[in-house]
Protein backbone atom coordinates (compact mmCIF):
# COMPACT_ATOMS: atom_id res chain seq x y z
CA UNK A 1 0.00 0.00 0.00
CA UNK A 2 1.46 3.90 -0.93
CA UNK A 3 1.63 6.15 1.50
CA UNK A 4 -0.68 8.28 0.02
CA UNK A 5 -2.98 5.49 -0.15
CA UNK A 6 -5.15 5.33 3.22
CA UNK A 7 -8.13 2.95 4.12
CA UNK A 8 -11.72 4.39 2.61
CA UNK A 9 -13.11 4.33 6.36
CA UNK A 10 -10.09 6.81 6.99
CA UNK A 11 -10.43 8.87 4.95
CA UNK A 12 -14.64 9.19 5.87
CA UNK A 13 -13.39 9.57 9.48
CA UNK A 14 -11.39 12.56 8.13
CA UNK A 15 -13.96 14.07 6.05
CA UNK A 16 -16.73 13.98 8.63
CA UNK A 17 -14.46 14.75 11.07
CA UNK A 18 -14.29 18.02 9.86
CA UNK A 19 -17.79 18.17 8.83
CA UNK A 20 -18.95 16.89 11.97
CA UNK A 21 -16.64 19.61 14.20
CA UNK A 22 -18.68 22.19 12.24
CA UNK A 23 -22.01 20.64 13.26
CA UNK A 24 -20.94 20.40 16.67
CA UNK A 25 -19.65 23.84 17.08
CA UNK A 26 -23.24 25.04 15.68
CA UNK A 27 -25.37 23.20 17.63
CA UNK A 28 -22.94 23.53 20.67
CA UNK A 29 -23.76 27.06 21.12
CA UNK A 30 -27.78 26.00 22.55
CA UNK A 31 -25.99 23.61 24.85
CA UNK A 32 -24.29 20.42 25.61
CA UNK A 33 -26.85 17.77 25.15
CA UNK A 34 -27.52 19.33 21.46
CA UNK A 35 -24.26 18.30 20.89
CA UNK A 36 -25.05 14.30 22.24
CA UNK A 37 -28.22 14.70 19.68
CA UNK A 38 -26.12 15.63 16.96
CA UNK A 39 -23.53 13.34 17.61
CA UNK A 40 -26.07 10.30 16.84
CA UNK A 41 -26.57 11.71 13.61
CA UNK A 42 -23.34 12.36 12.44
CA UNK A 43 -22.24 8.97 13.71
CA UNK A 44 -25.09 7.45 11.69
CA UNK A 45 -24.05 9.05 8.34
CA UNK A 46 -20.39 8.33 9.51
CA UNK A 47 -21.17 4.71 9.58
CA UNK A 48 -22.96 4.08 6.66
CA UNK A 49 -20.29 5.99 4.69
CA UNK A 50 -17.43 4.06 5.82
CA UNK A 51 -19.27 1.02 5.65
CA UNK A 52 -20.63 1.76 1.65
CA UNK A 53 -16.77 2.74 0.81
CA UNK A 54 -15.01 0.04 2.60
CA UNK A 55 -17.85 -2.73 0.93
CA UNK A 56 -15.92 -2.47 -2.21
CA UNK A 57 -12.75 -3.34 -1.50
CA UNK A 58 -10.71 -6.75 -1.56
CA UNK A 59 -9.49 -5.60 2.08
CA UNK A 60 -11.93 -3.82 3.17
CA UNK A 61 -13.14 -3.96 7.11
CA UNK A 62 -16.56 -5.42 8.17
CA UNK A 63 -18.80 -3.01 8.43
CA UNK A 64 -18.76 -2.69 12.30
CA UNK A 65 -14.83 -2.39 12.51
CA UNK A 66 -15.56 0.41 9.46
CA UNK A 67 -17.68 2.75 11.43
CA UNK A 68 -15.49 1.86 14.58
CA UNK A 69 -12.34 3.18 12.24
CA UNK A 70 -14.20 5.77 10.89
CA UNK A 71 -15.84 6.99 14.25
CA UNK A 72 -12.60 6.87 16.02
CA UNK A 73 -10.75 9.44 13.50
CA UNK A 74 -13.84 11.78 13.56
CA UNK A 75 -14.37 11.75 17.32
CA UNK A 76 -11.50 14.29 18.31
CA UNK A 77 -12.43 17.39 15.76
CA UNK A 78 -16.03 16.65 16.45
CA UNK A 79 -15.49 16.91 20.62
CA UNK A 80 -13.08 19.81 20.21
CA UNK A 81 -15.67 21.60 17.48
CA UNK A 82 -18.63 20.77 20.37
CA UNK A 83 -16.11 22.04 23.42
CA UNK A 84 -15.35 24.71 21.32
CA UNK A 85 -19.15 25.69 21.11
CA UNK A 86 -20.32 25.24 24.31
CA UNK A 87 -17.11 27.52 25.65
CA UNK A 88 -18.22 30.43 23.01
CA UNK A 89 -21.79 30.24 25.13
CA UNK A 90 -20.86 30.04 28.12
CA UNK A 91 -18.67 33.21 28.29
CA UNK A 92 -21.18 34.92 26.14
CA UNK A 93 -24.07 34.04 29.02
CA UNK A 94 -21.04 35.08 31.56
CA UNK A 95 -19.90 33.24 34.88
CA UNK A 96 -21.26 35.62 37.06
CA UNK A 97 -24.94 34.67 36.36
CA UNK A 98 -23.70 31.21 36.39
CA UNK A 99 -22.13 31.32 39.26
CA UNK A 100 -25.43 33.02 40.88
CA UNK A 101 -27.81 30.47 39.33
CA UNK A 102 -25.60 27.68 41.05
CA UNK A 103 -25.79 29.50 44.48
CA UNK A 104 -29.52 30.07 43.96
CA UNK A 105 -29.73 25.76 42.89
CA UNK A 106 -27.44 24.43 45.44
CA UNK A 107 -28.38 26.69 48.43
CA UNK A 108 -24.65 27.88 49.26
CA UNK A 109 -22.73 30.43 48.52
CA UNK A 110 -20.35 29.50 45.20
CA UNK A 111 -17.54 32.01 43.69
CA UNK A 112 -17.34 32.89 39.88
CA UNK A 113 -14.06 30.46 40.04
CA UNK A 114 -15.86 27.41 41.62
CA UNK A 115 -18.68 28.01 39.02
CA UNK A 116 -16.04 28.19 36.21
CA UNK A 117 -14.44 25.56 37.47
CA UNK A 118 -17.83 23.36 37.60
CA UNK A 119 -18.63 23.92 34.10
CA UNK A 120 -15.48 22.67 32.70
CA UNK A 121 -15.46 19.39 34.49
CA UNK A 122 -19.26 19.20 32.83
CA UNK A 123 -17.85 20.48 29.49
CA UNK A 124 -15.49 17.63 29.92
CA UNK A 125 -17.68 14.62 31.03
CA UNK A 126 -19.99 15.88 28.16
CA UNK A 127 -17.24 15.43 25.49
CA UNK A 128 -16.64 11.75 26.49
CA UNK A 129 -20.44 11.28 26.27
CA UNK A 130 -20.46 12.98 22.83
CA UNK A 131 -17.51 10.47 21.51
CA UNK A 132 -18.96 7.32 23.35
CA UNK A 133 -22.24 8.39 21.30
CA UNK A 134 -20.60 9.39 18.09
CA UNK A 135 -18.29 5.91 18.03
CA UNK A 136 -21.15 3.97 19.07
CA UNK A 137 -23.89 5.24 16.92
CA UNK A 138 -20.87 4.89 13.82
CA UNK A 139 -20.14 1.19 15.03
CA UNK A 140 -23.53 0.39 14.95
CA UNK A 141 -24.62 1.96 11.56
CA UNK A 142 -21.61 0.66 9.64
CA UNK A 143 -23.12 -2.98 11.28
CA UNK A 144 -26.28 -2.50 10.00
CA UNK A 145 -25.32 -0.98 6.62
CA UNK A 146 -22.99 -4.16 5.85
CA UNK A 147 -25.98 -6.27 7.05
CA UNK A 148 -28.48 -5.11 4.32
Not at 23 to 29: K, R
Not at 125 to 133: G, M, W
Amino acid sequence: MEQGEKGSAVRVGMQWGVFGGVVAFMVSLLGTVVGMVAAIFVGISLGRRAAAADAGREDGRPGALSGLVSGAVAVPIFVVGGAAGALVSARRLGITPMAEMLSGVLGTDITPEQAWQIYLLTLAFSAVVQAAILIGASTASGAWAARK
